[in-house]
């Protein structure tokens, strides 16, 4: 079962479109992954669109005749193709499988690079900015003590990890604050993350400080 | 004060007070959205026209506080609405949600348009609206947990009177009205429906004693 979702106030903020696109694919991926809260979405969506749309502004005449032969005398739009979604990834031999959402920002998604503590990463390019990676941790790794200057979401799309606060399984959204600091690790499972940062990673415990300055290699 | 060009005002504009716009049901418009899908027919889009475009210019204007901005966003999503409507599917929501969530898009597009930047993320790839190929089979694999619901449910619904479990069946894993399983089963119109509010409490019954 999953635990951890997207606080309602996300929800909504996601529904009409006021998020950041990489934060809306994290959203959108957890949506994919969570029958509860594509329930509230939808519930949203109906209390949103109603209130959006409640009362109209006054509409001369002619603009509504005028625009009403425009566009019935227009010519359909090209049927919108897209790249076929990605499925699945592979990672040290093992194959895990894509929610739609992300699925279909697919082409978006970088190598792989090997970051300490037996962590993966690889960006999903979302207009030329890298704060949303997926990021792999093999059984038995860990991230440094870190906190943010920023927000940070994290979603599992598969396995298990924890931190000081409490064990995430499959779907499970996590979304920390700037003020709070953690160090996820995972135990004998491994597990597969898609994360965003709204600001580089900060270090806090001992050696790991070092790594500060070139955090934004590894995480952005 | 009193010199208001009221006649002016009435025949110039079209204004959709709330009181008059209550009156259009969300069936009505779904009837509207199908008739445009499949007869084209202009007369049914006209209507949709004059209930949606004051109301998508009032909400684009509210957005971006330009009124040009607001024009082209109506006329976007009113044009997606004449080519699309065949997109719209009552089951997924009201056809005021759908055009919303048109809206939206446009929207969204639009604001990110205005940044110039590459390579950009379009709503379409965030919130599939207007995909033609979109398919629900790939989502299925994810929502385990709906798996496990309908799994659990599949129980209960064994245990309901035979003559409730079919009318259920048919309304519920067929998608038929209680019309047509009323055609269908040959049983009047009223006992489809007693039958499925039965079922439903019975079921109801079942889920919360479980928990
Ligand atoms: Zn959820």
Same mark, same amino acid.
């Given at each position: 079962m999953i635990k951890f979702h997207p606080t309602e106030e996300l929800l909504v903020k996601y529904t009409q479109g006021e998020l950041d696109a990489s934060l809306c694919l994290v959203i959108g991926t957890h949506i994919d992954m969570c029958p509860v809260c594509a329930n509230t979405v939808k519930d949203i969506e109906e209390q949103v669109a109603k209130r959006a749309l409640n009362s109209g502004s006054r509409f001369a005449n002619t603009d509504i005749d005028n625009m009403l032969e425009q566009i019935m005398n227009s010519s359909a739009p090209e049927a919108m193709l897209r790249e076929p979604a990605l499925k699945e990834v592979m990672l040290e031999g093992k194959q895990f499988k894509v929610p739609p959402s992300l699925g279909r920002l697919g082409s978006r998604l970088g190598p792989w690079s090997k970051v300490p503590g037996s962590v993966w990463r690889a960006p999903v390019d979302i207009e030329g900015q890298h704060n949303v990676n997926l990021i792999y941790m093999a059984a038995g790794a860990s991230v440094p003590e870190h906190t943010h200057r920023g927000s940070e979401a994290t979603l599992v799309l598969n396995g298990s990890f924890a931190d000081e606060f409490d064990n995430y399984g499959d779907g499970d959204f996590i979304y920390l604050g700037d003020s709070h600091r953690h160090s996820p690790q995972t135990a004998q499972e491994d597990c597969l993350t898609l994360a965003w940062l709204d600001a580089p990673l900060q270090f806090t415990s001992g050696i790991a400080r070092l790594l500060n300055p070139f955090s934004s290699l590894f995480f952005r | 004060m009193h010199v208001m060009p009221k006649n002016r005002v009435t025949r110039e504009y079209m204004n959709t007070s709330p009181s008059k716009t209550q009156e259009v049901t969300t069936e009505y418009l779904g009837k509207l959205l199908a008739d445009v899908a499949n007869t084209r027919s202009r007369r049914a889009f006209s209507e949709l026209f004059k209930h949606f475009a004051p109301r998508l210019q009032a909400f684009a204007t509210r957005q971006f506080g330009n009124e040009q901005t607001a024009m082209d966003l109506v006329q976007d999503t009113m044009t997606n609405v004449w080519h &699309?409507?065949?997109?719209?599917?009552?089951e997924k929501g009201s056809p005021t949600t759908w055009i919303f969530t048109i809206a939206r898009n446009i929207r969204f597009d639009i604001l990110r348009k205005n940044k110039h930047r590459q390579n950009d993320v379009s709503a379409e790839d965030l919130w599939?609206?207007?995909?033609?190929?979109?398919?629900d089979s790939s989502e299925e694999d994810f929502a385990l947990d709906q798996n496990i619901l309908m799994q659990e449910i599949g129980e209960y619904y064994r245990q309901l009177p035979d003559a409730q479990r079919i009318v259920i069946e048919q309304i519920?894993?067929?998608? &038929?009205?209680q019309q047509e399983v009323s055609d269908e089963l040959d049983i009047p119109l009223g006992t489809v429906k007693s039958r499925t509010r039965l079922a439903l409490q019975k079921l109801k019954e079942l889920i919360t004693a479980h928990d």
């Amino acid at each position: 079962m999953i635990k951890f979702h997207p606080t309602e106030e996300l929800l909504v903020k996601y529904t009409q479109g006021e998020l950041d696109a990489s934060l809306c694919l994290v959203i959108g991926t957890h949506i994919d992954m969570c029958p509860v809260c594509a329930n509230t979405v939808k519930d949203i969506e109906e209390q949103v669109a109603k209130r959006a749309l409640n009362s109209g502004s006054r509409f001369a005449n002619t603009d509504i005749d005028n625009m009403l032969e425009q566009i019935m005398n227009s010519s359909a739009p090209e049927a919108m193709l897209r790249e076929p979604a990605l499925k699945e990834v592979m990672l040290e031999g093992k194959q895990f499988k894509v929610p739609p959402s992300l699925g279909r920002l697919g082409s978006r998604l970088g190598p792989w690079s090997k970051v300490p503590g037996s962590v993966w990463r690889a960006p999903v390019d979302i207009e030329g900015q890298h704060n949303v990676n997926l990021i792999y941790m093999a059984a038995g790794a860990s991230v440094p003590e870190h906190t943010h200057r920023g927000s940070e979401a994290t979603l599992v799309l598969n396995g298990s990890f924890a931190d000081e606060f409490d064990n995430y399984g499959d779907g499970d959204f996590i979304y920390l604050g700037d003020s709070h600091r953690h160090s996820p690790q995972t135990a004998q499972e491994d597990c597969l993350t898609l994360a965003w940062l709204d600001a580089p990673l900060q270090f806090t415990s001992g050696i790991a400080r070092l790594l500060n300055p070139f955090s934004s290699l590894f995480f952005r | 004060m009193h010199v208001m060009p009221k006649n002016r005002v009435t025949r110039e504009y079209m204004n959709t007070s709330p009181s008059k716009t209550q009156e259009v049901t969300t069936e009505y418009l779904g009837k509207l959205l199908a008739d445009v899908a499949n007869t084209r027919s202009r007369r049914a889009f006209s209507e949709l026209f004059k209930h949606f475009a004051p109301r998508l210019q009032a909400f684009a204007t509210r957005q971006f506080g330009n009124e040009q901005t607001a024009m082209d966003l109506v006329q976007d999503t009113m044009t997606n609405v004449w080519h &699309k409507a065949h997109l719209f599917s009552p089951e997924k929501g009201s056809p005021t949600t759908w055009i919303f969530t048109i809206a939206r898009n446009i929207r969204f597009d639009i604001l990110r348009k205005n940044k110039h930047r590459q390579n950009d993320v379009s709503a379409e790839d965030l919130w599939p609206v207007l995909s033609e190929e979109m398919s629900d089979s790939s989502e299925e694999d994810f929502a385990l947990d709906q798996n496990i619901l309908m799994q659990e449910i599949g129980e209960y619904y064994r245990q309901l009177p035979d003559a409730q479990r079919i009318v259920i069946e048919q309304i519920y894993v067929q998608g &038929k009205s209680q019309q047509e399983v009323s055609d269908e089963l040959d049983i009047p119109l009223g006992t489809v429906k007693s039958r499925t509010r039965l079922a439903l409490q019975k079921l109801k019954e079942l889920i919360t004693a479980h928990d």
